[in-house]
């Protein structure tokens, strides 16, 4: 029988987005694969490759620092069309220069960067119980505190934080199972969550109701 979990299908359009991933690493194995399967679907659903913008913290306890960080930014940047704010790397790169080497005049880069700040953040963490109740306070405070950052923010921030009671059921959550079933990687949930929440924030905005 199938499972009956999960929301209904719907088809959004991401092509105009500006999506964020901010992700832990503590329990590195889970994360990257969580991050790449809402890497894929926010690419399958038209999420250009340069408005989706990735960023590190050691935990799940900083992600809510980390993400009204990232959209207080996502908002500067906007505004002044220029990149690379409060330590962020949006987008391009930064090479050194070789040494005795001038450097050339800058090049205009405006027509390239964002207009607009972040429609959506994904909030990506693993947590998985251990011996002691530090598994409970940081559950409750990073979800109390994410709840927080898209109700003041009016950002959409999607709740990516597995809670997890065994190592077993995190692998199974972000397809890694060790069993003949791999599982369902939860990513994927996130990416198509973060494009339907970002487009029907927008629309909601503009005062359009279907």
């Given at each position: 029988m199938s499972s009956i979990k999960g929301p209904s299908s719907a088809q959004f359009d991401g092509s105009s987005l500006r999506i964020a991933i901010v992700h832990a690493r503590w329990n590195k194995t889970v994360i990257e694969s969580l991050v790449a399967g809402t890497i894929n679907k926010l690419k399958a659903?038209?999420?250009?490759?340069?408005?989706?913008?990735?960023?590190?913290?050691?935990?799940?306890?900083?992600?809510?620092?980390?993400?009204?960080?990232?959209?207080?930014?996502?908002?500067?940047?906007?505004?002044?069309?220029?990149?690379?704010?409060?330590g962020l790397?949006?987008?391009?790169?930064?090479?050194s220069l070789p040494p005795n080497k001038e450097p050339s005049a800058p090049t205009p880069t405006l027509a390239d960067m964002p207009n607009a700040p972040f429609d959506a953040v994904v909030a990506i963490g693993v947590l998985i119980k251990g011996s002691t109740m530090h598994f409970e306070y940081i559950c409750d405070s990073v979800?109390?505190?994410?709840?927080?950052?898209?109700?003041?923010?009016?950002?959409?921030?999607?709740?990516?934080?597995?809670?997890a009671l065994t190592e077993d059921q995190a692998l199974d959550r972000a397809g890694l199972g060790r069993g003949a079933e791999k599982g369902h990687n939860h990513g994927e949930d996130w990416g198509l969550a973060a494009v339907e929440m970002g487009t029907q924030?927008?629309?909601w905005a503009e005062g359009k109701f279907l």
């Open positions: 659903c038209g999420v250009k490759d340069s408005n989706i913008i990735v960023q590190s913290v050691p935990g799940s306890f900083e992600l809510p620092f980390a993400c009204s960080k990232v959209i207080a930014g996502s908002h500067v940047q906007a505004a002044t069309s220029s990149g690379d704010l409060l790397n949006f987008g391009g790169s930064s090479a979800s109390h505190a994410l709840m927080r950052i898209q109700i003041d923010t009016g950002v959409p921030v999607i709740f990516g934080v597995l809670t924030s927008k629309r």
